[in-house]
């Protein structure tokens, strides 16, 4: 299945290169009033979701564009373009995500930045990699060495309770922050040491199913921000081991 991911996501990732080529022609649509949905998008979890089914017929789907397939013990769950705005703006910064789940546990998670030519994968209990090489989160221990991402799909949905209320606690506590509009590519940015630290609100399982298991087979913890390390949270934390603990504590002052 692992072998099958990879030439799968692979796949997906050439099909967003070519649409990006063609930007400009692109059919694009309003979810709502912040959010979009480009032809990529549609076309790209089309075509993962035919894949997936022809090669494993029994299992679930849960996609970002098209919702839940039924299925067995195996569910696949998918968003075909993490990262639309920065996609559709011509910017680099979008991901394909891709996490399979065996009963409810994570067992497999790839994720592609195909403009910057990366492909971050994991295996439960077998480690993460890049490009094929092992990848682990940093040593950060302290919130002023810190570096961190978050984003704002809170604010983009007008929720009072939102990511700006932390950034502005944070910030004067940390070394400096980023933010690529794609939940997956900032959780592969602290599995492989990029970041020290992550955290955002109002998220989907699509948004984090893989990233979660790329950063925990990196040495990295992901919870909600109660401390719970069950399920795909809306409201997430990922860090390195040590900072974990601190941002957690900050996040919840």
Same mark, same amino acid.
């Given at each position: 299945?692992?072998?099958?991911?990879?030439?799968?996501?692979?796949?997906? /990732?050439?099909?967003? !290169?070519?649409?990006?080529? %063609?930007?400009? $022609?692109? &059919?694009? =649509?309003?979810?709502?009033?912040?959010?979009?949905?480009?032809?990529?998008?549609?076309?790209?979890?089309?075509?993962?979701?035919?894949?997936?089914?022809?090669?494993?017929?029994?299992?679930?789907?849960?996609?970002?564009?098209?919702?839940?397939?039924?299925?067995?013990?195996?569910?696949?769950?998918?968003?075909?373009?993490?990262?639309?705005?920065?996609?559709?703006?011509?910017?680099?910064?979008?991901?394909?995500?891709?996490?399979?789940?065996?009963?409810?546990?994570?067992?497999?998670?790839?994720?592609?930045?195909? /403009?910057?030519?990366? !492909?971050?994968?994991?295996? %439960?209990?077998? $480690?993460? &990699?890049? =490009?094929?090489?092992?990848?682990?989160?940093?040593?950060?221990?302290?919130?002023?060495?810190?570096?961190?991402?978050?984003?704002?799909?809170?604010?983009?949905?007008?929720?009072?309770?939102?990511?700006?209320?932390?950034?502005?606690?944070?910030?004067?506590?940390?070394?400096?922050?980023?933010?690529?509009?794609?939940?997956?590519?900032?959780?592969?940015?602290?599995?492989?040491?990029?970041?020290?630290?992550?955290?955002?609100?109002?998220?989907?399982?699509?948004?984090?199913?893989?990233?979660?298991?790329?950063?925990?087979?990196?040495?990295?913890?992901?919870?909600?921000?109660?401390?719970?390390?069950?399920?795909?949270?809306?409201?997430?934390?990922?860090?390195?081991?040590?900072?974990?603990?601190?941002?957690?504590?900050?996040?919840?002052?």
């Amino acid at each position: 299945m692992y072998d099958f991911l990879k030439t799968l996501i692979t796949e997906a /990732a050439a099909m967003s !290169l070519e649409y990006r080529r %063609k930007l400009a $022609g692109i &059919t694009i =649509n309003r979810k709502h009033a912040k959010d979009f949905v480009t032809e990529a998008d549609v076309a790209v979890e089309q075509f993962l979701v035919e894949r997936i089914q022809k090669q494993y017929p029994d299992h679930a789907i849960f996609g970002e564009e098209s919702g839940a397939y039924a299925g067995g013990d195996w569910r696949w769950i998918i968003d075909p373009i993490d990262g639309t705005g920065s996609f559709m703006h011509g910017q680099p910064f979008y991901s394909i995500s891709i996490g399979v789940e065996y009963r409810g546990q994570l067992m497999l998670g790839a994720v592609s930045h195909p /403009a910057i030519g990366e !492909l971050f994968m994991a295996e %439960k209990g077998r $480690g993460a &990699t890049c =490009n094929g090489r092992p990848i682990r989160v940093s040593s950060c221990e302290k919130m002023i060495d810190a570096m961190l991402a978050t984003g704002f799909a809170c604010v983009r949905d007008n929720r009072e309770r939102n990511s700006l209320q932390h950034l502005n606690r944070l910030l004067p506590r940390i070394r400096d922050i980023r933010r690529t509009g794609s939940a997956a590519m900032d959780m592969c940015y602290v599995a492989c040491g990029r970041y020290d630290g992550y955290w955002e609100l109002n998220l989907k399982p699509y948004d984090i199913a893989a990233g979660t298991l790329i950063v925990r087979e990196a040495g990295g913890i992901v919870s909600d921000f109660s401390g719970d390390t069950a399920g795909l949270p809306s409201e997430i934390i990922a860090a390195t081991p040590t900072l974990y603990p601190l941002l957690r504590e900050a996040l919840n002052a």
